[in-house]
């Protein structure tokens, strides 16, 4: 899940101020009580995070028809403001005190890396796909240095298993800016559909035609088909490429390091809908998938 793989951009949708006018009900981005809430379909959730003036950061029909055409999609401002920066520097806190791997058994032990998974974002931009019954796969810490050298590219897929409804999505949540020098993620779009596997060999390393280098910004957030085909970039600039994994997918799936216990602070005072993240609480009907995934409201 790694990514390691800078060009062309994107196609991503702004957060953009917004309308506070009063108003018998929350609207996107009103403060009330000291949260933001926010609303995406019919579910209005808060945050204590967003910027009270901006529009939240969310999948909307646009952004999913994109994702579902071409693999990927770019949320801009996913992290905005002191909650970026709080992030940033969490980041360098856990690196320099946590040895490798830096996956879900470190992270879970810190609160902001706890609260993160169920940033409305993230989690509720997952819930539109996969609907109530989401669970975090796997959540692990990227970070390179300046000055890197190797191979240009590393293309993989996450999971092999192709085609337009996702069983799992990879969100890199970017920390620094994502130049061409940086070594950003590259997408080969609608590589998610068929099942030829990625190239292997000293092609494996090398552009591809087609390809597309998702251009970010310091908390923007790149969601990715587990099956497209993508890789990271060398950084050769002179700063850090940082990024935090959160791995989404359905309930039904194992999850990574699955024979590991869930770090206590996770679990302390945790409510049903973390424990269901976390694998620690099923449906209770096992056999019976609700479509109440926001993409499937058309379709029932």
């Given at each position: 899940m790694?990514?390691?793989g800078?060009n062309?951009t994107v196609?991503?949708v702004w957060?953009r101020?917004i309308?506070?006018?009063p108003?018998?009900?929350?609207t996107l981005?009103?403060?009330?009580?000291g949260?933001?809430h926010c609303?995406?379909s019919?579910?209005?959730?808060?945050s204590?995070?967003?910027?009270?003036?901006?529009?939240c950061?969310?999948i909307?029909e646009?952004d999913?028809?994109?994702?579902?055409q071409h693999g990927?999609?770019?949320?801009k401002?996913?992290?905005?403001?002191?909650?970026?920066?709080?992030i940033?520097q969490?980041?360098?806190?856990?690196?320099?005190?946590e040895p490798?791997?830096?996956n879900q058994h470190?992270?879970?032990?810190?609160r902001s890396?706890?609260?993160l998974v169920?940033?409305?974002?993230?989690?509720e931009n997952?819930r539109?796909i996969?609907g109530?019954?989401t669970?975090?796969?796997?959540y692990?810490?990227?970070?390179?240095?300046?000055?890197?050298?190797?191979?240009?590219?590393?293309?993989?897929?996450?999971f092999?298993?192709?085609?337009d409804?996702?069983?799992s999505?990879?969100?890199?949540?970017?920390?620094d800016?994502m130049t061409?020098e940086?070594?950003?993620?590259?997408?080969l779009?609608?590589?998610?559909?068929?099942?030829?596997?990625p190239?292997?060999?000293e092609?494996?390393?090398q552009?591809?035609?087609g390809?597309?280098?998702v251009?970010a910004e310091p908390g923007d957030a790149?969601?990715i088909?587990s099956?497209?085909?993508?890789?990271g970039g060398?950084?050769?600039?002179?700063g850090?490429?940082r990024?935090?994994y959160l791995?989404?997918g359905?309930?039904?799936?194992?999850r990574y390091?699955?024979?590991q216990?869930?770090?206590?602070q996770?679990?302390?005072?945790?409510?049903?809908?973390r424990l269901?993240?976390?694998?620690?609480r099923?449906?209770g009907d096992?056999h019976?998938y609700?479509?109440?995934?926001?993409?499937?409201?058309?379709l029932v």
């Open positions: 790694d990514d390691r800078a062309s196609q991503s957060a101020p309308d506070n006018s108003s018998g009900q929350p981005g009103r403060v009330v009580g949260l933001v609303r995406l019919d579910r209005v959730f808060s204590r995070h967003l910027p009270p003036d901006t529009e950061a969310m909307d646009k999913w028809s994109y994702f579902n990927y999609v770019l949320i401002g996913v992290l905005q403001g002191d909650h970026l920066r709080s940033q969490s980041f360098n806190e856990v690196w320099e005190a490798a791997p830096r470190k992270l879970l032990k810190y890396f706890i609260d169920e940033h409305p974002p993230i989690l997952h539109a996969f109530s019954q669970q975090l796969l796997q692990d810490l990227l970070r390179q240095g300046p000055g890197n050298d190797g191979p240009d590219r590393s293309w993989h897929r996450d092999s298993f192709p085609g409804a996702p069983l999505i990879n969100t890199i949540l970017y920390l800016e061409p940086r070594g950003p993620t590259h997408v779009p609608g590589s998610h559909r068929g099942w030829r596997q190239p292997t060999g092609e494996r390393q552009p591809l035609e390809e597309v280098a251009i790149a969601f088909n099956a497209i085909w993508h890789s060398i950084n050769r600039s002179e850090l490429r990024g935090i791995y989404f359905h309930w039904w799936l194992k390091e699955w024979q216990e869930i770090p206590w996770a679990l302390e005072n945790a409510d049903e809908q269901q993240l976390l694998g620690l099923q449906p096992l019976i609700p479509p109440d995934a926001v993409r499937n409201r058309d």
